[in-house]
Nanobody, 123 residues
Framework: QVQLVESGGGLVQAGGSLRLSCAASGRTFSRYTMGWFRQAPGKEREFVAA????????YYGDFVKGRFTISRDNAKNTVYLQMNSLKPEDTAAYYC????????????????WGQGTQVTVSS
């Protein structure tokens, strides 16, 4: 069982930056692929980024275009999402997810989810 708690969301102006954190419980955090997804009102949940536990490989949604960076600190049981050059269309609730063997970009293949943190980007 893994429990996830996100933090770091907030209101930021376009062009600004935020760093989201996701703290995980459990002793086997290092054996989970960690993902970030987002969901705006009236839209489907969208893949943002993921980092695997097997090789540390990272994956990003097409819209990221070099603006976001996912990283993990296994000693702190925490995964981060550094978001730069934020745009109003990045406004959404951002969710952290974990699974040992997910299909990286598919939300339905992650077993564990946090409660989400809101990111609002003003123009």
């Amino acid at each position: 069982q893994v429990q996830l708690v996100e933090s770091g969301g907030g209101l930021v102006q376009a062009g600004g930056s935020l760093r989201l954190s996701c703290a995980a419980s459990g002793r086997t955090f290092s054996r989970y692929t960690m993902g970030w997804f987002r969901q705006a009102p009236g839209k489907e949940r969208e893949f943002v980024a993921a980092i695997t536990w097997t090789s540390g490989s990272t994956y990003y949604g097409d819209f990221v275009k070099g603006r976001f960076t996912i990283s993990r600190d296994n000693a702190k049981n925490t995964v981060y999402l550094q978001m730069n050059s934020l745009k109003p269309e990045d406004t959404a609730a951002y969710y952290c997810a974990a699974d040992q063997y997910p299909s990286t970009v598919l939300a339905g293949t992650y077993a564990y989810w946090g409660q989400g943190t809101q990111v609002t980007v003003s123009s």
